[in-house]
């Protein structure tokens, strides 16, 4: 079969655990490749640079906006996030699937100028794990927590605009589930066409 690098846009509101779905499922999943996005946020405890994000200074991160480096770039919970452009164009070039972890705004840029790619949605089943997890984590402030549950909101209204929608309750289970959509979306006929050209016209 052909290979042709997927490009995977993963969403959910904060505390939905989808840094920890995604984790699994590259750990499971060889061919996949995680966009490391640019942040202004200070770094959390046991986050590294260039692994969680490539952590920039506003100054920096302005200069990178003005100098055409983003493929989507937005203000998310008082803080500037942005998805480099040239990993994920030489990943997918390179033939990987590349999955980006963004919020619902920047997702919605992303399906305008890729408007084959595969938009998941995370959330945990109960609104009450979102608070739950926030507060369980101690990592953002009173104030952030609640900025954070306040667009968990927005986010989750935006979910209809999704292909599809996975339940993390159980980690392991939530990224075997965004493989299996994975793999499924590899077998669609219309990511498949140059291989069925080959069957027909390619010789014995
Ligand atoms: P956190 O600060 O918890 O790591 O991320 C906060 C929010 O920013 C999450 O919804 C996350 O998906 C989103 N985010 C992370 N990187 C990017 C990015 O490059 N672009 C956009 N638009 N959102 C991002």
New binding site residues.
């Given amino acids: 079969m052909e290979k042709k690098g997927l490009l995977i846009v993963?969403?959910?509101?904060?505390g939905a655990g989808?840094?920890t779905v995604l984790a699994h499922t590259t750990e499971k999943y060889s061919n996949l490749k995680y966009?490391v996005?640019?942040?202004t946020?200070a770094p959390?405890d046991g986050e590294v640079d260039g692994v969680?994000?490539f952590f920039k200074s506003v100054e920096q991160f302005k200069k990178m906006v003005a100098g055409g480096e983003?493929l989507?770039?937005?203000e998310?919970?008082n803080?500037y996030?942005?998805?480099p452009l040239a990993h994920v164009q030489k990943n997918l070039s390179d033939g990987y699937d590349v999955v980006?972890?963004?919020?619902?705004?920047?997702?919605l840029?992303v399906k305008n100028i890729y408007p084959d790619c595969v938009m998941i949605f995370i959330t945990p089943e109960k609104f009450s794990t979102i608070e739950k997890r926030l507060r369980g984590r101690s990592t953002e402030s009173e104030e952030q927590i609640q900025i954070?549950i306040q667009?968990a909101y927005k986010?989750l209204k935006q979910a209809v605009y999704y292909d599809y929608i996975v339940v993390n309750e159980d980690a392991q289970q939530a990224a075997m589930d965004v493989i299996s959509i994975i793999e499924a979306e590899k077998c669609k006929v219309k990511n498949n066409k140059k291989f069925i050209d080959n069957l027909i016209y390619g010789g014995k």
């Fill in positions: 993963v969403s959910g509101p904060s989808k840094g966009s996005s640019v942040t946020r959390r969680n994000y983003f989507e770039h937005k998310v919970h803080n996030y942005g998805t980006l972890e963004i919020d619902t705004e920047g997702a840029d954070r667009n986010e």
